[in-house]
């Protein structure tokens, strides 16, 4: 691996538009629910909204869309509030996440626990307006939520079960629009994680030189020098479960082409991939925002 130094890879930039136009109250808990940070709010929902048009096989009810877009808003945020509060020893000794809330000691414990709370109570009066399958389906997520951020304690696999979590709302599209969850569906929703499971360790080299120094777990840890092959692997692994489980689902013909396309994408990112550049590394994290419109774009096309 190159051994160039590392730049500034504070995921807080002072400065930016929290500090310019909040109120110094709201401040910290916008960051705690990454508000500011909204790039997995976008992991979250396009994933879910291709399973909704999936499932629908053409465009979701307006309805259905705002409670799951709403639903994986929430639920991303309470994801991270939970894991800034797990993680509020280790915070302040990495670079990317030192100036985080609860690390800085900008807010209080308690202070994040009743943010929390809030959150969940939130999120579960969505459920008023899904189905009694979809209620259940949604609490299969919880131990998920709730382990993911102590999972670098004691395995180097915590991004399988981000993935897992993360894209749960994919099963849940289903369950809403179909009454069921088909073969296909799960197996989209393995591509997702799958996915995940790549672009996610794209994200741990970033902090692998402190995971380490903290006797923390990662794939990126457990990849070690063969990163790029790993997670071109995890990625071939997406694109075969997207294109068998699209075609489960009944996706037609132009729905190959997006698949084509999102495998072009994905085989450039681990081309790209420099396991020594933090910073490339990152980039390359931010550009799968574009694989999950791809693949909201490719189940459209799929409904033609």
């Not at 790549?198 to 457990?222: E, F, Q």
């Amino acid at each position: 691996m190159n051994t160039l130094s590392q730049p500034d890879l504070s995921d807080i930039k002072r400065g930016d538009w929290v500090d310019r136009r909040l109120p110094r109250l709201f401040r910290p808990y916008t960051r705690l629910a990454r508000l500011d940070r909204p790039v997995g709010i976008w992991l979250t929902l396009f994933p879910c909204w291709a399973a909704l048009i999936q499932a629908a096989h053409g465009l979701p009810d307006l309805g259905t869309l705002i409670v799951f877009s709403l639903g994986a808003l929430l639920m991303r945020s309470a994801g991270s509030t939970i894991n800034d509060m797990a993680d509020r020893n280790f915070d302040g000794h990495v670079e990317r996440t030192r100036f985080r809330p609860l690390a800085s000691g900008e807010l209080g414990l308690k202070a994040a626990m009743l943010f929390l709370v809030a959150e969940l109570l939130l999120a579960a009066s969505l459920l008023l307006f899904l189905t009694p399958l979809t209620r259940l389906v949604a609490i299969g997520v919880l131990p998920l939520v709730v382990l993911y951020p102590f999972c670098k304690r004691f395995t180097h696999w915590p991004q399988a079960i981000l993935g897992a979590a993360f894209n749960w709302g994919m099963l849940m599209a289903w369950a809403e629009v179909t009454g069921s969850v088909p073969a296909g569906a799960v197996l989209m929703w393995l591509g997702a994680v799958a996915w995940q499971i790549g672009y996610d360790s794209v994200y741990a080299y970033v902090d692998i030189r402190d995971d380490r120094h903290l006797g923390l777990k990662s794939t990126a840890i457990l990849f070690g020098a063969h990163g790029k092959a790993m997670i071109g692997l995890f990625y071939g692994l997406a694109v075969a479960a997207w294109a068998v489980g699209g075609f489960l689902t009944g996706m037609s013909a132009p729905y190959a082409l997006g698949i084509a396309v999102i495998a072009g994408h994905l085989g450039w990112q681990a081309w790209q991939l420099d396991l020594g550049r933090p910073d490339l590394s990152f980039r390359l994290f931010l550009a799968n925002i574009g694989t999950g419109i791809l693949l909201a774009v490719a189940a459209y096309l799929g409904t033609w």
